[in-house]
């Protein structure tokens, strides 16, 4: 058996769900835990953990999907710069889909502008090295899982004086909107399931604010069905003994400290500045700008005319990114909106809350055990 297996063990996996109603038969009202990686999301939805657990606790989705958490004028932007003659827009897939205010990068694609789908920032940099004539603007989206390898391609065009790259940044920081979403009011978290991806760069340190500032267990946590049950099971356990803390369980690949290297890149070439949240809307120093030494990378600064942001009509992303609905209670879910024809953000990529239960949780909502 591989060691990972011990994970998905069925055996394993039946313990642990005992373990938690065992736990959950003990606490003296209901709760409500949230996880905030689109990972996350997508294991809980696909391994049917929501109905396996006891009544009393109640998994939500918080804004952990980069794809869903862009704003539609980061959109509108990069398809102005996409109609521009001398540029080529590179993105990972999801984004293209992803409804702006006037179509999507796919159908600014379908008009002839020219926008590339590619794995990787190198990628674009390899295109940028293919076209000398055009200018390569890649949209540096995610959290600070995905950006190190921006800041990896940023380093590797100012060493080659590659000076055609740029990208529009987009990127987001983790801490930020859970202190926003702690101190909002419009739903009672008793605790966080941290995302195990973004925490081995900033590290489980990174969170203790939770526990010491606001009294909110956490628990970092890997992504198969074995490593979210543990962390449900040390939430709720966290909860029956009134004791926050932040549980590392992802030791596996999680160091309190996180990844320095990774860390010191992000720096080098980004700071933070406040940026606007699908459905958080502006939360301060939330978001990674290009540092000024580097603006010549920050395809932000090129003028274009945007139109006025204006979200999908009845799509409740919003609510949906903060808990405060589950995709069900959208009157669009699977009645106009699906993953092939995706009516807001949360419907486009397979982390989206709303991808996620409509292709595993839409007929057994409500099943709990
Ligand atoms: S079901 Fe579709 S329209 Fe409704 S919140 Fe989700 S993505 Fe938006």
């Known amino acids: 058996m591989k060691p990972s297996d011990a ?31 689109g990972t996350h999301t997508h294991a809980i939805a696909a391994a049917g ?3 396996l657990l006891p009544q009393k606790v109640r998994l939500i989705s918080g804004p952990g999907c980069p794809v869903c958490v ?34 999507s990068l796919e159908q600014a694609r379908a008009r002839g502008c020219d926008v590339r789908i590619v794995y990787s920032p190198r990628d674009a940099l390899a295109i940028a090295r293919e076209h000398p004539s055009k200018r390569i603007v890649f949209l540096a989206v995610g959290f600070e899982t995905t950006l190190p390898t921006v800041a990896a391609a940023l380093a590797e065009a100012e060493s080659e004086g590659i000076a ?32 195990g991806h973004v925490s081995v760069i900033i590290g489980s340190n990174a969170y203790t604010f939770l526990a010491e500032e606001f009294r909110v267990p956490g628990a970092v946590v890997g992504f198969t069905p074995a490593d979210i049950l543990l962390g449900v099971s040390e939430l709720v356990q966290q909860v029956l003994e009134r004791a926050p803390r932040v549980a590392n369980l992802y030791t596996r690949v999680v160091r309190p400290e996180g990844n320095r290297h ?44 945007v139109p006025e942001p204006r979200e999908p009509g009845g799509c409740r992303c919003g609510e949906v990114l903060k808990g405060v609905i589950e995709p069900p209670q959208c009157p669009l879910f699977d009645r106009g909106c699906t993953p092939d024809a995706p009516l807001g953000a949360c419907m486009v990529s397979s982390e989206g809350t709303c991808a ?11 099943a709990a055990a």
Do not use: N
């Open 7 to 37: 994970f998905s063990d069925r055996a394993t996996v039946e313990a642990l769900v005992s373990r938690a109603r065992e736990q959950a038969s003990r606490l003296d009202r209901p709760v409500t835990f949230m996880e905030v990686c």
């Open 49 to 51: 953990l929501r109905r």
């Open 70 to 103: 862009t704003p539609v004028d980061y959109l509108d932007r990069a398809e102005a710069l996409a109609a521009l003659p001398d540029v080529i827009v590179c993105t990972f897939g999801d984004l293209v889909r992803v409804p702006s205010s006037c179509g």
């Open 164 to 195: 055609t790259f740029q990208i529009l940044p987009g990127g987001k920081l983790i801490e930020p909107p859970l202190r926003a979403l702690v101190t909002d009011g419009d739903v009672q978290i008793d605790g966080f399931l941290l995302p």
């Open 262 to 305: 990774a860390q010191e890149l992000i720096a080098r070439f980004f700071e933070p500045v406040d940026t606007r949240w699908r459905g958080l809307g502006e939360i301060p120093g939330s978001g990674l700008g290009v540092r000024a030494t580097w603006a010549h990378r920050d395809a932000s600064t090129i003028e274009v005319a």
């Open 356 to 366: 996620a239960w409509y292709r595993h949780e839409r007929f057994g909502a409500g």
